[in-house]
């Protein structure tokens, strides 16, 4: 979905669990190390040619600087400026389930 942002994160590799798939994905694409926290929130979406299953956890950051490795561009920003950017549709009650609706 060129063009918006989204969470970091992907797919769960068979025998995963979200945490650790999460905490992969983190290292694969922005080069960090977390602490996975509570699920918050999740929502599944049916666009026209596919499904998705989104999971928000809280994480905490222990170890590494945010660096685009996977990805054209990240930002860090506070959660009360993530309105400003632009989500794909999926992304709509995970932005609710952080008061953002």
């Not at 969470?7 to 650790?20: C, D, I, R």
Request: charge should be negative; charged fraction near 20%; hydrophobic fraction near 50%.
């Amino acid at each position: 979905m060129s063009g918006y942002w989204e969470f970091p994160g992907g797919k769960v590799e068979a025998g995963e669990s979200l945490p650790a798939a999460l905490r992969r994905e983190l290292w694969e694409e922005i080069g960090v190390q977390a602490t996975v926290g509570r699920e918050l929130a999740v929502t599944r979406y049916a666009y026209p040619k596919f499904s998705v299953e989104l999971h928000l956890f809280q994480c905490r950051l222990m170890e590494g600087e945010p660096v685009p490795k996977q990805v054209a561009e990240i930002r860090w920003v506070p959660v009360a400026a993530l309105p400003q950017y632009q989500f794909p549709a999926a992304n709509a009650a995970l932005l609710a389930a952080l008061g953002l609706a």
